[in-house]
């Protein structure tokens, strides 16, 4: 697997596109793809249409940007999703808790966003960051956030409590409608968590 990681520097953009589904990733591969093709097509198809030195300048260009693409990614080559939490990000999931429990929204979601830079596949800590949007009333991106959550596998232990803070968000975006209780009970299936998973129920 380590291998395949690396197979992504052959193509600009790539391991951030592979690794992390990165839009600017997803860019400056389309880009080089767009630059491969034109300079395919000006020395090989319309070799008679185009003057050489304008195929030679496209290769050129297109050499430059693979060179600066890929020394670029080397420096900065996005390391493996871990798998679990280790005790940096532990730390990071429990300051976010206790902040989330003491209502400071800031300080909570700024270690929560910074805890799924490191570890994006973090499923309680996308629950936990969906709950704290709804709560100070930003219901597109608290949206937004379960629903992706709600896609990934990520969310295999949380899709009942999933699915019920999405009606409160639905709930808060439409106050004629009947309101949803605003708790956040432990998934029937999981044992691991239950003291973290409690306090963030108290305070949801």
Known sequence: MGFARYLTLVWPGMPWLWLRGSLAGLVLALAFALAVDMAVLTTWIWSELVDFRLSLALWTATAAVWLIATASAITAFPPPIP??????????????????????WLA???????????????????????????????????????????????????????????????????????????????PLNDQSTSSDAIASGRAA
């Open 83 to 104: 798998q679990g939490r280790d005790a940096a990000t532990d730390k990071l999931f429990v300051t976010a808790r206790d902040s989330y429990l003491a209502r400071d």
């Open 108 to 186: 909570a979601e700024t270690c929560l966003r910074t805890l799924l830079e490191i570890s994006p596949t973090d499923g309680e800590a996308q629950l936990l960051l969906g709950t704290l949007l709804r709560r100070v009333g930003r219901c597109d991106e608290a949206a937004a956030a379960l629903e992706a959550l709600s896609r990934s596998d990520a969310a295999g232990p949380w899709r009942g409590t999933i699915a019920r803070e999405l009606e409160r968000v639905a709930a808060r975006r439409d106050p004629e409608g009947p309101a949803a209780p605003d708790t956040l009970p432990l």
